[in-house]
């Protein structure tokens, strides 16, 4: 199973584009790249998943590089209320979902 | 609205005391999960279902049980076996399907008296 490799944390100022990144060096052909974010002492929220094309939602955009190896978060407009962990995860192959979370991004939104 | 609700949000439990974590969801999803978080840490998965009366065990399952006699329905309970339980649990729940993600619930806080 991949494992995903994050910065333990970023700094960004309102109203600037929040580009996070993940490292996902041993993705196999078939694993997606999901991530979440999870505001202190609530739920993990999902954000936004992809397999090899690039992805945009009302939240975000994911861009994952040609090789799969790493891939980018992007807020494009980054308030105070994106202060969060964000977790970049690599689903697991296989009959059932499984998800591996590590320590994540906090990224921190300064006015 | 749909979602998944657990609760209590907050609770307390007594030395060799068993306590019960609910969390049910109206997403008709098949697939439902129970997470551990340890402050600072990721989630560690403790048990997944599947479907319906079937369940498996996850990362770290020792101390803790479920059951799934409904779709809706995932209740963890907190054995006394498990010597320390105080953590944040979080259920999620899933459409099967290999990409679907998964969708959580806010979460219970488990402290010990």
């Known amino acids: 199973d991949a494992k995903t490799t994050q910065p333990p944390s970023m700094d960004c100022a309102e109203g600037r584009a929040a580009n996070l990144p993940c490292n996902h060096s041993?993705?196999?052909?078939?694993?997606?790249v999901y991530w979440y974010r999870q505001i202190h002492s609530q739920g993990p929220q999902y954000i936004i998943h992809?397999?090899?094309n690039n992805e945009t939602n009302e939240m975000a955009s994911l861009i994952i590089t040609e090789d799969r190896k790493s891939s980018t978060l992007t807020l494009p407009h980054a308030t105070l209320r994106d202060t969060a962990v964000y977790y970049c995860?690599?689903?697991?192959?296989?009959?059932?979902?499984?998800?591996?979370f590590g320590s994540g991004t906090k990224l921190n939104v300064k006015p | 609205d749909g979602g998944i609700t657990q609760s209590p949000k907050y609770l307390f439990r007594k030395e060799g005391q068993n306590v019960t974590l609910s969390c049910e969801q109206n997403?008709?999803?098949?697939?439902m999960y129970w997470y551990r978080q340890d402050p600072g840490q990721g989630l560690r998965l403790i048990y997944y279902?599947?479907?319906?009366?079937?369940?498996q065990k996850g990362d770290i399952a020792e101390g803790y049980s479920v059951s799934r006699e409904k779709k809706e329905s995932f209740p963890l309970t907190v054995t006394s076996a498990q010597k320390n339980p105080t953590a944040f649990y979080l259920c999620?729940?899933?459409?099967?399907?290999?990409?679907?993600?998964?969708?959580f619930g806010d979460g219970t806080r488990l402290s010990i008296l």
């Open positions: 997403l008709n999803h098949d697939a």
């Open positions: 279902s599947q479907i319906v009366n079937d369940f």
């Open positions: 041993t993705i196999s052909g078939n694993e997606y």
């Open positions: 999620a729940s899933s459409e099967q399907g290999s990409n679907q993600p998964q969708h």
């Open positions: 995860i690599v689903r697991v192959a296989g009959n059932f979902n499984k998800f591996y």
């Open positions: 992809g397999l090899k």
